[in-house]
């Protein structure tokens, strides 16, 4: 099976990570870029362990979901 194509469901940043920035950082207005970065770093490094490992685990089933699809599409289940 090759590489399959770019997925934001296959993503973690995009199914685990920017959601819940965005969700912890909604509504705050930042003077600076560098204060927004601060936050986001802020945020990222207070994540437990136990969130990033469940994150990696649902990545690995979704990968799995994907190659016994064979890469095609399917709808959420």
Do not use: T
Request: charged share 25%.
């Amino acid at each position: 099976m090759g590489h399959p194509p770019y997925s934001p469901d296959l993503a973690p940043n995009y199914f685990f990570l920017f959601p819940s920035v965005k969700n912890k950082l909604r509504g705050q207005r930042f003077s600076l870029p560098k204060e927004a970065i601060e936050a986001l770093k802020s945020y990222v490094l207070k994540i437990p362990h136990s969130e990033w490992n469940k994150c990696f685990e649902n990545w690995f089933k979704r990968m799995q979901k994907y190659i016994n699809h064979r890469g095609e599409y399917f709808e959420k289940q």
